[in-house]
């Protein structure tokens, strides 16, 4: 699971921040037919450090929204996506996942690369959504619309031809598992955060996602050891009948180190 970023910008500031007098900032120009940004004249260096920061992760749709949020300006009124938990503000959700994996969506190789002491190996990842939107709700912000969507990144996934075996693919299907359960737990965190300005909402996410993606690693290396890489049946069983559990009742492989 990769380290998360946000969406790249979905403007291209002509004119960078710049500070006026120490206490005043350009707001974010723009060419008036390709966004609804053009404004005149300054803001205070928050508030367009804020402005631009919410357009760049709502998207040039949304600046409407940005202008209400963030200036508080209620001739603007919100568009028809809403800023108040309405329609399809569902919040962050994981697809892709739960799913059988198969032998095909791995490199069939002649021999393991050098330094490898396994027959196989698979590595997954979180795409991120194009757009992320944001909700204000009760006076705070929090995520909308989020689709994670896990996938296995197949040039980085092999296996030894001579080598598929139903009981080495139990056991890359638990990595993938493992990563799924961790990606679940991830945006149910999401779906929890709240935040006072767009800044600390972005602050929260990227936290979030390294500490799940590290927690996800521990958690992949932890079920390598014990298992032998599948050579230990019954360590293998025992983790098989864990993950089972915790995809069957909704639960957890266990608590976020701190």
Request: overall charge neutral.
């Amino acid at each position: 699971m990769p380290g998360y970023r946000f969406p790249g910008s979905m403007c291209q500031i002509r004119n960078p921040i710049s500070i006026d007098d120490g206490t005043m900032a350009r707001t974010c120009m723009h060419d008036p037919r390709t966004t609804g940004l053009m404004r005149g004249g300054t803001l205070p260096y928050y508030q367009a450090v804020e402005l631009i920061k919410c357009v760049q992760i709502m998207g040039q749709n949304n600046v409407s929204d940005c202008y209400q949020m963030v200036l508080g300006e209620t001739n603007r009124p919100l568009n028809s996506k809403g800023l108040r938990g309405q329609g399809s503000t569902h919040g962050p959700r994981l697809k892709g996942w739960p799913r059988t994996i198969t032998w095909q969506e791995f490199r069939a190789i002649s021999t393991r690369p050098s330094g490898e002491n396994e027959d196989a190996q698979i590595e997954t990842t979180v795409v991120q959504p194009n757009r992320v939107s944001i909700v204000q709700e009760q006076g705070r912000l929090r995520l909308g619309n989020y689709e994670g969507t896990l996938q296995i990144v197949r040039n980085n996934s092999w296996v030894v031809a001579t080598h598929k075996t139903e009981k080495l693919l139990e056991h890359e299907q638990g990595h993938f598992d493992i990563t799924g359960l961790c990606a679940r737990d991830l945006m149910k965190a999401l779906g929890n955060l709240r935040a006072d300005t767009a800044k600390e909402l972005q602050q929260e996410v990227t936290r979030l996602y390294e500490a799940y993606d590290a927690w996800g690693d521990k958690l992949s290396e932890q079920y390598d050891e014990e298992t032998n890489r599948s050579r230990n049946e019954a360590a293998q069983r025992g983790w098989n009948a864990r993950i089972r559990t915790a995809i069957q009742q909704g639960t957890s492989l266990g608590t976020l180190p701190p």
